[in-house]
């Protein structure tokens, strides 16, 4: 799965950004990934609920709404019950994670979980049995365009063995310089869905650069995907 990040697109056209990576079923982007800053939990500010909802009005793309706030057990829920397809949080901030995920399903969406690069995964695994998705990042969270930090794909693997195993049953999200150089690598750890942002909007032909990434995801790890 490729889940474009319109924190790199522009912010004065986004139903046409979205409209530029929709394709035929199976070859545009399967999420639009939204990156939702507070200035409080990262050190910037981005867009908040109403640009969500006027952006679920202009697409069908789903929206994976990524909450970088403080206090998401208070905020969290309201994207979902606009519609957002899944809705993650920061372990970080999260004062009662578990029951936050009941409410965000409840609410309608999948719940999911992120981690900081420096936050270690084993504490938070009972936590995540009661998650969909597990949002690993791969940059500091709060600004595009970072370089990719590979030491956290030693949670892609450690996340990625224990769904195998049927220890949790999540599906796996990286987030932060996805591109050509670096989706391979990440695919051939574990990961389900890749977030891109310059990689995509950064291209001359955003759509094309959503196909080529999943070939290059496929091609990394086959037995991944084969049938």
């Not at 004062?95 to 270690?120: C, E, F, H, M």
């Not at 009661?130 to 709060?142: I, Q, R």
């Amino acid at each position: 799965m490729i889940a474009p990040s319109i924190l790199s697109a522009d912010f004065a056209h986004l139903a046409d950004e979205a409209d530029a990576v929709t394709g035929e079923p199976g070859l545009g982007a399967d999420w639009l990934h939204v990156d939702v800053m507070d200035a409080h939990f990262v050190p910037n500010l981005t867009i908040g609920l109403p640009v969500v909802e006027s952006l679920l009005k202009a697409t069908a793309i789903p929206l994976d709404c990524h909450l970088m706030i403080d206090d998401p057990d208070r905020w969290a829920p309201a994207y979902a019950e606009a519609g957002a397809h899944n809705v993650t949080v920061h372990v970080e901030a999260a004062a009662d994670p578990v029951r936050l995920a009941k409410n965000l399903r409840a609410a309608g969406s999948l719940a999911g979980l992120s981690v900081k690069p420096d936050t270690p995964l084993e504490p938070h695994l009972e936590t995540l049995k009661h998650y969909d998705t597990l949002l690993v990042m791969s940059v500091e969270p709060g600004f595009g365009g970072q370089s990719f930090i590979p030491r956290v794909l030693d949670k892609v693997r450690t996340a990625r063995r224990l769904v195998e195993t049927g220890h949790l049953k999540v599906l796996v999200e990286i987030d932060g310089g996805i591109n050509a150089d670096t989706v391979e690598a990440a695919a051939e750890a574990g990961v389900d869905c890749f977030v891109a942002g310059s990689a995509v909007y950064g291209a001359d032909d955003p759509l094309r650069a959503v196909q080529a990434l999943r070939e290059q995801a496929v091609t990394a790890a086959p037995h991944r995907w084969s049938g």
